[in-house]
């Protein structure tokens, strides 16, 4: 199959290989984290303060990480990232196991993570253009994609089986081993013939300017940033928030109901990864990533109507394909006309743009589904979405951007 094609590239089927596995093991510990809280505290605002220790760190840290990834050897740092998520998950699983583990573990091991991942995620993006000719850089973005949400859609359900058959301290420590295999499927690459960045002669801050300079004189770039920044608030809040009040209130559905929708979006991202990750170049990529997002948000917004439940299966999975090919263009079009040199700082600002509303997305419509109900929300969410969408066309830098 031709998605599989970069995989006859040694180096980047080591780090795929090593990702897949421990992102598998990622979303599992997610699993038996949550349920670790649940049973120890019965706490809602403990569960939702251990995603703030994730999330906070990575976001104000992410354009120094994407500077010091265009700074220093990029498998290094990944490897240095693996060895410590590793040893720092290890060390709960031995807590767990000892009845010793609290809550400030937790809450440091997560905030431990997200300092991790702002450098870890842009040193991954960054690299893969090292290791892979520009004609299988599409097949090897599909590829990363097809891994993370393999994961979403089998860490879960492992990560319960583990915790129910094993226990909670078990699924730590498999997750902490996942981190070691990584590390592991990552050391060969260290005695490869990977460009190592030049030495910056500024200081880390003006590197951090450099990157934000460039971003600021490619409108292409901005502009679809801004875009992206906008629409995790209007597509993803209603996705993650108002959802459950939908097939609870709207639907008058129970939890298994919400179980299947919410398994169908991934599958969907799946297999546009199949099937877009075949070709060398997708074409029109400004129109393309546009366009798709504009078909993605009136698939969701179909939620919001009483509509047979077989249309919304097609639907969620019509949204999983069209935002994998906006993904998959977006990513194609960084590694292709971004130097490397400043590959990383951009990958951080473009991750930085598309998650530091988020928050905001999330109370918006968290408040707009307590005020109007949750079928608006996914209404007015997929109009707002698909009017960005159509709007970012009208700029001739998106419109003839190829």
Same mark, same amino acid.
């Given at each position: 199959?031709?998605?599989?094609?970069?995989?006859?590239?040694?180096?980047?089927?080591?780090?795929?290989?090593?990702?897949?596995?421990?992102?598998?093991?990622?979303?599992?510990?997610?699993?038996?984290?949550?349920?670790?809280?649940?049973?120890?505290?019965?706490?809602?605002?403990?569960?939702?303060?251990?995603?703030?220790?994730v999330i906070t760190p990575s976001i104000l840290l992410l354009l120094v990480g994407g500077a010091v990834v265009d700074r220093f050897p990029r498998v290094q740092l990944m490897l240095i990232s693996d060895v410590g998520r590793a040893l720092a998950v290890l060390l709960v699983a031995i807590l767990a196991y000892?009845?010793?583990?609290?809550?400030?573990?937790?809450?440091?091991?997560?905030?431990? /993570?997200? *300092?991790?991942?702002? %450098?870890?995620? +842009?040193?991954?993006?960054?690299? !893969? #253009?090292?290791?892979? $000719?520009? &004609?299988?850089?599409?097949?090897?973005?599909?590829?990363?994609?097809?891994?993370?949400?393999?994961?979403?859609?089998?860490?879960?359900?492992?990560?319960?089986?583990?915790?129910?058959?094993?226990?909670?301290?078990?699924?730590?420590?498999?997750?902490?081993?996942? /981190?070691? *295999?990584?590390?592991? %499927?990552?050391? +060969?690459?260290?005695?490869?013939? !990977? #460009?190592?960045?030049? $030495?910056? &002669?500024?200081?880390?801050?003006?590197?951090?300017?450099?990157?934000?300079?460039?971003?600021?004189?490619?409108p292409w770039l901005w502009i679809s940033i801004l875009i992206f920044s906008l629409t995790n608030v209007t597509l993803i809040g209603p996705y993650v928030v108002a959802m459950p009040f939908l097939v609870s209130d709207f639907m008058k559905q129970d939890v298994q109901r919400l179980g299947l929708i919410l398994?169908?979006?991934?599958?969907?991202?799946?297999?546009?990864?199949?099937?877009?990750?075949?070709?060398?170049?997708?074409?029109?990529?400004?129109?393309?990533?546009?366009?798709?997002?504009?078909?993605?948000?009136?698939?969701?917004?179909?939620?919001?109507?009483?509509?047979?439940?077989?249309?919304?299966?097609?639907?969620?999975?019509?949204?999983?394909?069209?935002?994998?090919?906006?993904?998959?263009?977006?990513?194609?079009?960084?590694?292709?006309?971004?130097?490397?040199?400043?590959?990383?700082?951009?990958?951080?600002?473009?991750?930085?743009?598309?998650?530091?509303?988020?928050?905001?997305?999330?109370?918006?419509?968290?408040?707009?589904?307590?005020?109007?109900?949750?079928?608006?929300?996914?209404?007015?969410?997929?109009?707002?979405?698909?009017?960005?969408?159509?709007?970012?066309?009208?700029?001739?830098?998106?419109?003839?951007?190829?």
């Open positions: 199959m031709s998605t599989l094609r970069s995989l006859k590239h040694r180096s980047f089927a080591l780090l795929w290989s090593g990702q897949t596995l421990s992102r598998l093991g990622d979303f599992a510990y997610e699993i038996a984290l949550s349920w670790w809280i649940l049973e120890k505290t019965g706490s809602a605002e403990l569960m939702g303060l251990m995603w703030v220790f000892l009845d010793q583990l609290q809550i400030w573990h937790i809450y440091a091991t997560s905030f431990f /993570f997200g *300092v991790v991942d702002a %450098f870890f995620t +842009p040193a991954y993006n960054a690299i !893969i #253009p090292q290791i892979v $000719p520009e &004609q299988d850089l599409p097949s090897a973005n599909a590829l990363t994609s097809i891994s993370v949400n393999l994961g979403r859609i089998v860490g879960p359900s492992l990560g319960a089986g583990l915790v129910a058959w094993l226990g909670t301290s078990s699924a730590f420590m498999i997750n902490g081993v996942s /981190f070691l *295999v990584s590390a592991g %499927f990552l050391f +060969p690459l260290t005695y490869t013939n !990977i #460009p190592r960045p030049e $030495p910056s &002669q500024n200081h880390i801050l003006a590197d951090v300017r450099a990157g934000l300079a460039f971003v600021a004189r490619t398994s169908i979006f991934p599958v969907g991202y799946v297999v546009g990864s199949l099937w877009l990750g075949r070709y060398p170049k997708l074409p029109r990529r400004g129109m393309l990533m546009n366009l798709t997002l504009a078909l993605a948000a009136i698939m969701l917004a179909l939620y919001g109507l009483h509509l047979p439940l077989w249309i919304l299966i097609l639907a969620a999975l019509i949204n999983g394909i069209a935002l994998q090919g906006g993904a998959l263009a977006w990513t194609h079009l960084l590694q292709e006309k971004v130097p490397n040199e400043q590959l990383g700082r951009v990958f951080s600002i473009d991750q930085l743009g598309s998650t530091s509303l988020m928050p905001i997305g999330m109370f918006v419509a968290g408040w707009a589904t307590g005020l109007i109900g949750p079928s608006p929300v996914f209404l007015i969410g997929g109009a707002l979405t698909a009017l960005a969408g159509f709007f970012a066309i009208l700029h001739p830098a998106i419109r003839d951007l190829d």
